[in-house]
Every structure is written in C-alpha cells, then in structure tokens.
C-alpha cells in the first residue's frame, strides 16, 4: 500500500516492525528484500508527486 502521509490524521499511529528511512537506492533494496516477510515493513519517503 501506498499512502501520502499528507493525508494521514495528526494523532494517527502507523505501527510497524520495521521503519526504512529514505526510498533511494539503499532503502528499496532494504525494503525489497523485505518482501514476503512476516512483519510489516515501513517505507517513509519525504518526496511526494
Ligand atoms: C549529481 C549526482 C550524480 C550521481 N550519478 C550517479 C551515477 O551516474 N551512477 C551511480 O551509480 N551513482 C550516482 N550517484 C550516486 C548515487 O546517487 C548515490 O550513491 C545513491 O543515490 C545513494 O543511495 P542512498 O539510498 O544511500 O541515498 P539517496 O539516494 O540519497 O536516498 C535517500 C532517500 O532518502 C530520502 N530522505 C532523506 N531524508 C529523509 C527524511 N527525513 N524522511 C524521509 N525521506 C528522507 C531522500 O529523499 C532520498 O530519496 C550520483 C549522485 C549525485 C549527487
């Protein structure tokens, strides 16, 4: 799932097993190799188009 934060209530918790700052080349490998694990996996970005 995909979401703008933007569009996220202040007070709302998005809770996670894992939180990977940035979606550059480091971070979509990290989260890629995430993929099909039994935890939940967070991927912040601060760009938004
Ligand atoms: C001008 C230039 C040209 C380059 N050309 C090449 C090339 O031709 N070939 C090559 O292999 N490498 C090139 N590089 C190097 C390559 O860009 C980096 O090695 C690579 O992007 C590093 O990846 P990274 O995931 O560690 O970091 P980044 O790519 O910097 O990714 C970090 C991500 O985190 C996000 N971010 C930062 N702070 C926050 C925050 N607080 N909250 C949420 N998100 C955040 C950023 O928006 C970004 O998307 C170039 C670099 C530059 C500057």
Redesign the pocket.
Known sequence: MMINARTVPANETVETEVCI?????????LAREFIGRDFRVCL????WR
């Open positions: 700052i940035g979606a550059g080349p480091a971070g979509i490998t912040l970005e601060k760009w």
